[in-house]
């Protein structure tokens, strides 16, 4: 058996370690996001793979013979071709997805589909803080004006894609406390993540609940019907089990 591992995860990070250790066979995928990602302890490829043509060729040449996706909760596509075409090729696929956080008590969270869909909540005078990322940073547009900061772990390449918005470079963890000083230095006056879950990321939206800071939650895209865990001993169990 040699395991492809799609990471880009927490868990993907854990899983890595824990299969390195045992000494399956495996290979590790990032898409290249970040410049200096953490080592995982396997092989490890880096970027795309071309398109469903190129993963194919891909699979056969390396000699895959299953397939863990743990990517981010927002890589829909990814997911949704990669299960797809594991399908086709008979190949064993298991999608890891940690759970969605829930609003705890003095949480002010409004979950919306979209980002365009900030624009009903947000004022030109106020201050936000994106949690969401560059990819995305254009769905934002009819922002434009609003003060919004984003952060990113690495320096960006481009300016920002329209007037009124910043970038703040900061590589995690971050904890509850450090998220509360940054907090009330930027005077923010919105918080705007994804919906990724896990307790890594989960400070900002204590620090957001302990400061009164509102939360726009951008809702989970839609997810292939296919075999799927949440936790990473569920996920060790999955390859084990092959």
Not at 29 to 40: F, I
Not at 99 to 128: C, M, N
Not at 157 to 173: A, M, N, S
Request: aromatic share 8%; net charge negative.
């Amino acid at each position: 058996m040699t395991l492809l591992l799609l990471a880009g995860s927490g868990e993907a990070k854990q899983i890595a370690q824990a299969l390195a250790q045992d000494g399956t066979p495996a290979i590790a995928s990032l898409a290249g996001e970040t410049r200096r990602p953490s080592e995982l302890g396997l092989p490890t490829r880096v970027g795309g793979f071309g398109g469903a043509d190129g993963f194919r060729d891909y699979i056969h040449a390396a000699g895959i013979t299953a397939v863990l996706d743990a990517t981010h909760p927002y890589a829909a596509d990814m997911t949704t071709r990669t299960a797809r075409l594991c399908a086709e090729l008979s190949i064993p696929y298991c999608h890891v997805l940690r759970p969605p956080w829930t609003p705890e008590p003095g949480d002010d969270w409004t979950e919306i589909a979209r980002e365009e869909d900030a624009k009903t909540y947000i004022h030109s005078w106020q201050t936000v803080f994106l949690g969401t990322g560059r990819k995305t940073l254009h769905r934002f547009k009819n922002l434009e004006g609003t003060r919004l900061i984003c952060r990113l772990i690495d320096p960006p390449t481009e300016p920002f894609p329209f007037e009124g918005g910043e970038f703040l470079i900061g590589r995690p963890p971050f904890s509850v406390d450090r998220e509360k000083e940054l907090f009330r230095l930027l005077n923010v006056d919105w918080l705007i993540v994804k919906n990724a879950g896990g307790d890594a990321s989960r400070t900002k939206l204590t620090a957001a609940g302990d400061l009164g800071i509102p939360v726009l939650m951008i809702k989970r895209p839609a997810m292939p019907d296919t075999t799927r865990v949440e936790t990473v001993a569920d996920a060790l169990a999955w390859v084990r089990a092959l």
